[in-house]
């Protein structure tokens, strides 16, 4: 299973690896290629969401810390949706234009940030059509949509998966309500798919509920999970390690400053090794972003357009 360990005050080193491996042609376009950072004092990943469909993923790579290195361990592709077919009766993986076009452009959206040590992963979101990641009506159903997450991530050089099991409006259209098995037999597929890869749980919705199955509890496949109400403190429910857990959840530019210092400052004081923010945009955001990283990295944050 993947393990992101926190690595400050990144040197030139990194940035020169990066590019001999593309002057040598080994950066692949189906694949990250980053070059693993220089050992460094450890601290929580740092996870950021975009919403691509009004703002660019290369906002995460511009903020590093005052000492050196970057903010962010983890940015987010905010959101591939699960769609339902009527014809076939089957869910499906589906990019609107705007995703579709950061990954089509993953040379100049997704590389960048790769080859800055920054994991890219695609976050997948009901779309009020009755599919969702609770109601799945067999095994054999929930590995076939577990292969075409997978396959995305192979083909678009992806760092990995992030489930939330919202507005999927289950029962729409004649599908199915929630299940106790339908998760664990997805989450379980696309591990076995994925070995070594990202696989994080936005932290609600009846998926989120349904973890165990049959003497098979998926918790440990997750890397990560995290609170998805922004602004508060709310320690995931499943069982994994405080080193991989988020509590606190912030917007950046929507959750005061002293909040975030606060939730930050709890993080560290708590001993848990994950902080997760939201809606990145493209404004120098700096201010926002220093109150977090001054309590988890004593650094302030600097943003370079």
């Known amino acids: 299973m993947f393990t992101l360990l926190r690595r400050r005050a990144r040197t030139a080193a990194l940035a020169l690896s990066a590019v001999a491996a593309l002057a040598l042609g080994t950066t692949s376009t189906t694949g990250a290629t980053a070059a693993p950072a220089p050992a460094a004092a450890p601290g929580p990943t740092s996870v950021a969401y975009v919403e691509v469909n009004n703002h660019s993923m290369l906002n995460v790579g511009k903020y590093t810390l005052a ?15 699960i769609n339902y077919d009527t014809g076939t009766r089957s869910a499906y993986l589906h990019f609107n234009e705007n995703v ?19 994991k890219v ?3 997948v979101l009901g779309n ?3 599919a969702g990641f609770a109601n799945f009506p067999s095994q054999q159903a929930a590995s076939a949509f577990a292969g075409e997450l997978a396959d995305a991530v192979t083909r678009y050089g992806l760092d990995g998966i992030d489930f ?4 999927a409006d289950y029962g729409t259209g004649g599908t199915g309500q929630p299940n106790d098995s339908s998760f664990v037999h997805l989450v379980s597929a696309l591990r076995a798919d ?3 890869k990202i696989i ?25 999970a995290w609170n998805p109400y922004y602004g508060s403190w709310q320690v995931p429910a499943i069982g994994l390690p405080r080193s991989k857990l988020s509590p606190a959840a912030v917007e950046i530019g929507g959750t005061p400053q002293t909040t975030v210092a606060d939730l930050a400052r709890r993080t560290v004081d708590e001993g848990y090794g994950v902080f997760l923010t939201y809606n990145l945009d493209g404004n120098d955001r700096s201010g926002d972003v220093s109150a977090f990283t001054r309590e988890l990295y004593g650094s302030d944050a600097v943003y370079t357009p």
């Open 200 to 224: 994080s749980l936005y932290n609600i919705g009846p998926a989120a509920a349904r973890l165990s199955y049959g003497g098979v509890d998926v918790s440990s496949a997750f890397d990560y």
């Open 194 to 196: 994925l070995p070594g």
């Open 128 to 130: 009020h059509e009755g």
């Open 100 to 118: 579709q076009r950061v990954l089509d452009d993953a040379a100049t959206q997704i590389r960048p940030l790769q080859q800055k040590g920054i």
């Open 121 to 123: 992963v695609l976050s």
């Open 164 to 167: 939330d099991d919202e507005y």
């Open 67 to 81: 000492g050196g290195g970057n903010v962010f361990d983890v940015a987010v592709i905010f959101a591939a949706n």
